[in-house]
């Protein structure tokens, strides 16, 4: 069973997983993890899913999903019948109240929907993946110059579960460079998985920018595959200033992850969210949400 914590009733609840089972058999048994290393975690077997997601056929999926999850249609821009495939639905966008976002240039918001951990003054050869595991960010972009921008810095994980809204978005205002491609495996990013592979983060597929943000400093933007996401979608122009809440790109389906690397004194983390990362729980947030604020 994966808790969260809901910030707002201040209690812990059971995440409703897409697949429990599947991923509970491919990471735990000793079965499972071989097909895990003979296939799933291979390009082939998630290009393949994604490709049947972009379907016709794929639409079936769709109403036995939004119900065995409860997920909210009122706040799609679609609705449930105008979807042309499963990823059409996985992708969806939302209508433009759904996600109210705090101007104030003093406040840092959640890139997308998701569970949230953070981590403080951090050791670049010692980022927390889960509780006893660890990874390199130098490792994690190829790039020591633009890691070591970030000791002693914040590291802020957002995962995002197949149940979630899957468009992620820039946190201020400022100018995004070019996204750099690295090329790797396709595991899932679920606790699950996070528990039985060390350095998943590092051994799966990635793309990470910089962005030149108005209010935060250089903020580091990763994005993470995962089983079954058929791709990375970058939706920004490098170089073309950005505003606030604007789209940054979006996973097709899967799992997925969005890492930011803050600089030293450039943001505090609200206190709930270090606290419930220091005890091992994520916190459950929405795009838009307030997670931090600028050190003045």
Known sequence: MIQVYNRTT??????????KKY??????????????????KKRLFSKLYGK??????????????????????TMSKKKINEFNSF???FTR?????????????NILISPGDGRITAYVDIDL????????LTYSLKELINDNTVANKYKNGVCVVLRLCPTDYHRFHFIDSGIPYESHYIKGHYYSVNPIALKSVPKLFCENKREWSL???????DILHIEVGATCVGSIIQTYSPRVRVDKGDEKGYFKFGGST??????????????DIIEQSKLGFECKVIFGENIGTKIL
């Open 93 to 105: 966008e939302l209508n433009f109240d759904a996600r109210p976002i705090n101007a104030d240039n």
């Open 211 to 217: 962005f030149k943000s108005d209010n935060f400093k």
């Open 10 to 19: 201040k209690s812990y609840e059971e995440e409703l997983i897409a697949g």
């Open 125 to 132: 050869d010692n980022i927390i993946q889960i509780k006893g």
């Open 23 to 40: 991923i509970e058999w491919t990471y735990e048994s000793p079965v499972g993890k071989t097909i895990t290393e003979l296939i799933a």
């Open 87 to 89: 990823n059409d639905f």
């Open 52 to 73: 049947y997601c972009d379907t016709k056929l794929s639409t079936s999926k769709i109403s036995p999903f939004v119900k065995s999850f409860n997920i909210d249609m």
């Open 258 to 271: 969005t890492i930011l690397f803050f600089e030293e004194g450039a943001i505090k983390i609200d206190p």
